[in-house]
């Protein structure tokens, strides 16, 4: 491993627009249980599928029914 490195030529990371974020959230258990299920048929990690599907909510523009 060098002492120093020279990132005088370095550029801005093109990538950080697909970071994510890690947060909080609360859900109910029935969600939790019903995501981890559906991960396991998929082999996906469940928070995975959770984002997953608010991004579809987003692209599709769904908004929150009130009952």
């Given at each position: 491993m060098r002492d120093e490195y020279d990132f005088s030529e370095s550029?801005?990371?093109?990538y950080v627009?697909?970071?994510k974020r890690p947060v909080t959230?609360?859900?109910?258990?029935?969600v939790?249980?019903?995501?981890?299920?559906?991960?396991?048929?998929?082999?996906m990690p469940y928070q995975s599928l959770i984002n997953l599907y608010l991004n579809q909510?987003?692209?599709?523009?769904?908004?929150?029914?009130?009952?």
């Open positions: 550029r801005p990371n093109p627009h697909t970071e959230i609360r859900l109910d258990v029935p939790i249980e019903y995501f981890k299920a559906m991960a396991a048929e998929t082999g909510c987003m692209a599709e523009g769904k908004r929150v029914a009130f009952a």
